[in-house]
């Protein structure tokens, strides 16, 4: 099993819609979680971040966490062509006293006009 | 500086050879970090740097791998006797910290091919 598991997708939803994003980790400890957005060709993009139970919300995302069934969403409100890319979930362990982020291969969203 | 940078953006080589690739962090950021990203996949994790040491370095491939960060800024990533398997692109992040709480800012990569 992987250590964080996302589906590779793609995604598609069409433009205005909300799009969700999906995150499962094993390792029961991690403390933090982060999205990352990653256009083609280019680097990670930090979104969002998320330590405790519940929702988050930064104008058209909010992240979800959920500790007991281990998993991580991200809602996109409103979803625009311009968030057509890989989104991409880490966590940090609760035993990483390195802080490296653990990753998931990323899901491929498009988001259709 | 703004943002971190990497330099070269592409680098092509043959079979073999050595190859330097070189990270230079957001000013201040104490904490800095290599990934790897094969084509497709996710980022896997290589060394991280706290200052100029490297407390962690269990993501290293191999012995052909190597890295040092001098002056708690610039570091270089270098990979020995390179093989096709290499081929990648390598990204470096930095953070303020290695806490919990710091999210990592990541370079534009450099994208390694091996002929």
């Known amino acids: 099993q992987k250590e964080v598991e996302q589906n590779s997708g793609p995604l598609s939803v069409p433009e205005g819609a909300i799009a969700s994003l999906n995150c499962t980790y094993s390792?029961?400890?991690?403390?933090?979680f982060f999205w990352y957005r990653q256009y083609s060709g280019k680097s990670p993009e930090l979104i969002m971040f998320?330590?405790?139970?519940g929702d988050k919300e930064d104008g058209r995302f909010t992240a979800q966490l959920n500790k007991a069934s281990q998993y991580v969403s991200l809602l996109i409100r409103d979803s625009q062509p311009s968030d057509s890319a890989t989104y991409l979930c880490?966590?940090?362990?609760?035993?990483?006293?390195?802080?490296?982020?653990?990753f998931g291969q990323g899901t491929t969203l498009q988001v259709k006009p | 500086g703004a943002g971190v940078s990497q330099s070269p953006s592409n680098k092509v080589t043959e079979k073999g050879k050595d190859v330097e690739l070189r990270c230079d962090p957001i000013?201040?950021?104490?904490?800095l970090y290599w990934y790897r990203q094969r084509l497709g996949q996710g980022l896997e994790f290589l060394i991280y740097?706290?200052?100029?040491?490297?407390?962690?370095k269990s993501g290293l491939p191999s012995d052909r791998f190597s890295a040092e960060r001098t002056g708690e800024s610039v570091s270089t990533l270098t990979i020995q006797r390179t093989q096709q398997e290499d081929s990648a692109v390598y990204l470096c992040?930095?953070?303020?910290?290695?806490?919990?709480?710091?999210?990592?800012?990541f370079g534009d990569g450099t994208r390694l091919s091996i002929l």
């Open positions: 998320i330590y405790s139970n």
């Open positions: 000013s201040g950021h104490t904490a």
């Open positions: 390792d029961r400890g991690s403390q933090s």
């Open positions: 740097f706290q200052g100029n040491s490297a407390p962690d």
């Open positions: 992040a930095s953070s303020e910290g290695r806490g919990s709480n710091q999210p990592q800012h």
């Open positions: 880490a966590n940090r362990g609760f035993s990483s006293n390195t802080g490296k982020l653990i």
